[in-house]
Every structure is written in C-alpha cells, then in structure tokens.
C-alpha cells in the first residue's frame, strides 16, 4: 500500500505564492511520474503539472510562467511552486503518482488540499 500526504494549501490573495508538498510512503518500489491535478467546483479533474522520473515536465497552459513542478527522488516528494496566484486557481489540489510497487504498476491519489485565492 501506498501513502500521499499533501501539504501546503490554504488562502491567499491573488498576485500571491504557496508551495504544495506531497510525500509518498509505503511500499514504492520505484516512481515513474508524479503530478498534480485541481479540481474547481463545478468542473472535472485537470491536470496542473507533472513531472517524470527523468525531470520531464508538463503544465497546462493556464499556470504556465506561473507555476513549477519540481521533485526529490530521495524522498519521494514532488512540490508544486505556485506564482502570481488567480482567483481562477482556486480549487482542491490532488497530488497523483504512478509508480510500481515491486508487483505492479499502480496509480495513487492524495486526500487533496484546498488552495483559495481571493480578489
């Protein structure tokens, strides 16, 4: 089994920053890519940013300048830097991974964190 613990979300206004954390634990055996995905009110699950094992990222076009995605492999942590904040940013955050955990390759979802950017 594997564990996602996030941290960082909260309220703040807009033009501002935080910084999303997310840990895995458990039994990883080695990580392909971890991400972070938001979902509004209302609307589907989107995908933020994300980043592979060999540091290959992918943002949606709505955080791109804005935010980075960026990881460390020795403690199986991604983090999610997040600038010049929006109100449309406001959403849960998720943070996802794709990993193997010695018998199979497997998908994990965080408990989400809310961010809320007022204006």
């Known amino acids: 089994q594997v564990q996602l613990v996030e941290s960082g979300g909260g309220l703040v206004q807009a033009g501002g920053s935080l910084r999303l954390s997310c840990a895995a634990s458990g039994s990883i055996f080695s990580i392909y890519a971890m991400g972070w995905y938001r979902q509004a009110p209302g609307k589907q699950r989107e995908l933020v940013a994300r980043i592979t094992s060999g540091e290959s990222t992918n943002y949606a076009d709505s955080v791109k300048g804005r935010f980075t995605i960026s990881r460390d492999n020795a403690k199986n942590t991604v983090y999610l830097q997040m600038n010049s904040l929006k109100p449309e940013d406001t959403a849960v955050y998720y943070c996802?991974?794709?990993?193997?955990?010695?018998?199979?390759?497997?998908?994990?979802w965080g408990q989400g964190t809310q961010v809320t950017v007022s204006s």
């Open positions: 996802n991974t794709d990993l193997y955990d010695g018998n199979r390759r497997s998908n994990y």
